[in-house]
């Protein structure tokens, strides 16, 4: 099994601050990793697929990075929206896994 | 933008089964993968497994073979997931998602499973 890890587990950044959060992976897994931000009471949306396309609607200040083992998620400019979990996903092998997810919480 | 609708939030006791359903408001339904992904109360994202419903073919994590069943019905465009042997580690929400990891990647609103005696 891949495993992921994510670092840091917890980010904390004012607005208007560049975020930048490290997927590490156990094993290469390509392009085959994707970027999901999950907020409080909601479901997992899709933020980056193939380590570095933006899903339909994600704002340009997302973007992804990376490729074998080493995988980031940038913001480039916090907004209050932004503030929220974030999980990397592997689907480049069986069985498919998630990292353990990065908090960016208010400064 | 496709929408994911699930069941409804159920309570089962220890030893019983859950099964949970999943329907795409639109798009294709056989041409993506339908996964199962559970997330216990405070955790990360777990998989469970998926299931390609234009060949029919399924993928499980390990440590949910045996005990999980993803399967898919055509005629209703519905995607399933049962769960058996219920313990008390396996109350969380579950989520379908379409496509995970695509760009085609959507997720349904989650159903809460409770397990309790």
């Known amino acids: 099994e891949i495993v992921l890890t994510q670092s840091p587990a917890t980010v904390t950044l004012s607005p208007g601050e560049r975020a930048t959060l490290s997927c590490r992976a156990s094993q290469s897994v390509g392009t085959y990793l994707a970027w999901h931000q999950q907020k409080p009471g909601q479901a997992p949306r899709l933020l980056i697929y193939?380590?570095?396309n933006r899903a339909t609607g994600v704002p340009a200040r997302f973007s992804g990075s990376g490729s074998g083992t080493d995988f980031t998620l940038t913001i480039s400019s916090l907004e209050p929206e932004d503030f929220a979990i974030y999980f990397c996903h592997q689907r480049s092998s069986w069985p498919w896994t998630f990292g353990q997810g990065t908090k960016v919480e208010i400064k | 933008q496709v929408h994911l609708v699930q069941s409804g939030a159920e309570v089962k006791k220890p030893g019983s089964s859950v099964k949970v359903s999943c329907k795409p408001s639109?798009?294709?339904?056989?041409?993506?993968?339908f996964n199962w992904v559970r997330q216990a109360p405070g955790q990360g994202l777990e998989w469970m497994g998926r299931?390609?419903?234009?060949?029919?073919?399924?993928n499980y994590a390990p440590q949910f073979q045996g005990r999980v069943t993803i399967t898919a019905d055509k005629s209703t465009t519905t995607a399933y997931m049962e769960l058996t042997s219920l313990r008390s580690e396996d109350t969380a929400i579950y989520y379908c998602?379409?496509?995970?990891?695509?760009?085609?990647?959507?997720w349904g609103q989650g159903t809460l499973v409770t397990v309790s005696s």
């Open positions: 299931i390609v419903p234009i060949f029919g073919v399924t």
């Open positions: 639109g798009g294709s339904f056989t041409s993506y993968s």
């Open positions: 998602a379409r496509g995970l990891g695509t760009e085609a990647d959507s």
């Open positions: 193939e380590a570095s």
